[in-house]
């Protein structure tokens, strides 16, 4: 009568991408009692189940225990650094941009906000200095604000409200300028019937407003990027949902009319 074979041990199957913790053990087959004896020099080419091969063990995929470190987005007080962080975050939401076409829509420091304290001003620092000063000399033209800020998100614009309404009037209330659940046909007539100083919104609304020459140029003073970090520190100028319309802002709408004489408008970082 011919002998049985021994059969043979098969290891749980694991997917390519399933990772094992170093310390934990691979195998998980149980161990069988052959039904004849077992010559020595099979026995002895058999691997136990519950010891696996220390080549199986290096094999093994670790964790990385390396995660990329997020920094914490930091606005200088040099107004020539700031121009230059907007420069680099502009290259990057056009990377296919030449050189020379970067140059021609570059910030120049004469392009930002400087007040007599060359310091870093808070953003209602900054926001007085224009609407107090200017409440008595510009004339009052509907849709055309003093302070335009720009910031990354629907919520962000309602904090912001909170700090600007106490430098707004109740006649010229502060203008929130974002899609959700306002329609732009809405905006369009707010800007058209009620004189505002001070517009709060975000790059997409605020692009369309000014594209269709609702939201107007003529008093506007100061430009505010609001550089505040989201709970995934992202910020207005490297979200893929909101860079390429801030940047077109600059790009399409506030360089050309820069050139303007009549128009003395300047950047600020915050």
């Known amino acids: ?13 694991l997917d ?3 990772a094992l913790d170093p310390i934990t053990d691979a195998s998980s087959s149980e161990d069988e009692s052959p039904a004849v004896p077992v010559k020595p020099q099979q026995q002895s080419s058999a691997k136990r189940p519950h010891q696996p091969d220390s080549s199986d063990r290096s094999a093994a995929p670790k964790k990385s225990k390396k995660a990329g470190k997020i920094q914490k987005f930091s606005v200088p007080a040099d107004l020539s650094e700031q121009a230059d ?9 056009y990377p296919g941009i030449t050189t020379l076409e970067l140059d021609d829509i570059k910030m120049q420091p004469k392009h930002m906000y400087s007040t007599e304290k060359d310091t870093t001003e808070s953003m209602e620092d900054l926001v007085k200095t224009v609407v107090s000063a200017g409440k008595a000399k510009n004339k009052i033209m509907l849709g ?6 720009i910031c990354s998100s629907a919520l962000r614009v309602i904090e912001l409200l909170k700090v600007l309404r106490p430098l707004s009037s109740p006649k010229r209330p502060v203008l929130k300028l974002f899609s959700r659940h306002v329609k732009i046909e809405e905006h369009k007539k707010m800007l058209a019937k009620a004189p505002v100083d001070i517009a709060v919104g975000t790059p997409n609304r605020v692009l369309k ?3 269709d020459k609702d939201l107007k140029v ?9 550089c505040w970090q989201d709970d995934k520190m992202r910020v207005v100028v490297d979200m893929d949902d909101t860079r390429k319309d801030l940047f077109s802002i600059w790009r399409d709408e506030l360089l050309p009319a820069s050139a303007n004489p009549d128009f003395g408008f300047r950047f600020r970082l915050v």
């Not at 009568?1 to 199957?13: E, I, R, T, V």
């Not at 003529?218 to 609001?226: E, Q």
């Open 1 to 13: 009568m011919p002998s049985d074979k021994l059969s043979k041990l098969a290891a749980d199957d």
């Open 16 to 18: 390519d991408d399933f």
């Open 85 to 93: 962080i907007w420069n680099r975050y502009m290259q990057k939401a």
């Open 144 to 149: 055309a604000p003093q302070v335009l800020v």
């Open 209 to 211: 407003l000014l594209s």
């Open 218 to 226: 003529n008093r506007l003073k100061l430009v505010i990027i609001d």
